[in-house]
C-alpha cells in the first residue's frame, strides 16, 4: 500500500493501520464502512445499510452514490465508470475517501487543535514541541517522493561548433486533478 494512504490509516487511528493492504476487495469494502461509520459519519445511521452490507452485489452501486454525496466521482478518480477493481484503483479511491476522512476528523477538533496552537510551550505536552518542529521542516521541504519521481534535467550535449538548441517540452507529466472533499 502507497505510504500516503498507510498514514493517513495511522493518523485516523485505524486498528489495522499497519497491516490493511487493500490486495482484497473485502479489505477495502470494510476500510470504506469503517471510514463512514467511525471517521466521515455522513450518512445517518439507518443510511448507511447499503455501504454496511459489504457482500451485497448492490455494493459497488452504492460506493459510486457514497463518493459521489461527498463531493467526488469514482470515474474521475480510477478512469473507470465502475467501482475499482484494481489494487492501485482500491488505493486512489481510499486515499481520496481517506483525505476526507481527515478533513473531517479535524474539523471535529478544530478547537481543541486551536487551542494547542495557541497554548504557551510550558503547559503543551512534552512531544508537542517535537512535532510542531517536524512538520514545520516537512512543509519546507520539497516532497522526498516528488523529488525521487521527477526525471532529472536531460542534459544536451554539444559541439563547439553547432548553435544552441532549445527544447520546450515539459518534463513534468500532468497528474489528474482531485476534487478537494
Given at each position: 500500500m502507497n505510504g500516503a494512504v498507510r498514514r493517513k490509516l495511522q493518523a485516523l487511528e485505524h486498528p489495522q493501520a499497519?497491516?490493511?493492504?487493500?490486495?482484497s476487495d473485502a479489505e477495502f469494502r470494510t476500510l470504506v464502512k469503517w471510514a463512514e461509520n467511525r471517521k466521515i459519519r455522513f450518512y445517518a445511521p439507518e443510511d448507511r445499510k447499503a455501504l454496511d452490507s459489504t457482500d451485497a452485489p448492490a455494493w459497488p452501486a452504492a460506493l459510486q452514490a457514497y463518493v459521489q454525496d461527498l463531493g467526488g466521482d469514482v470515474q474521475s478518480l480510477t478512469g473507470k465508470a465502475a467501482a475499482p477493481d484494481t489494487k492501485v484503483a482500491r488505493e486512489v479511491v481510499a486515499d481520496w475517501l481517506l483525505s476526507y476522512a481527515v478533513g473531517m476528523e479535524y474539523s471535529d477538533r478544530a478547537d481543541t487543535l486551536s487551542k494547542l496552537e495557541a497554548a504557551p510551550a510550558a503547559a503543551a505536552p512534552a512531544h508537542a514541541g517535537a512535532a510542531r518542529a517536524g512538520l514545520r521542516q516537512t512543509a519546507r521541504d520539497p516532497i522526498p517522493v516528488l523529488t525521487l519521481c521527477r526525471a532529472p534535467p536531460r542534459q544536451v550535449r554539444r559541439q563547439p561548433d553547432s548553435?544552441?538548441?532549445?527544447?520546450?517540452?515539459?518534463?513534468?507529466?500532468?497528474?489528474?486533478?482531485?476534487?478537494p472533499p
Open positions: 499497519d497491516t490493511l493492504t487493500l490486495d548553435p544552441k538548441r532549445h527544447t520546450s517540452r515539459s518534463r513534468t507529466r500532468s497528474r489528474p486533478r482531485r476534487h
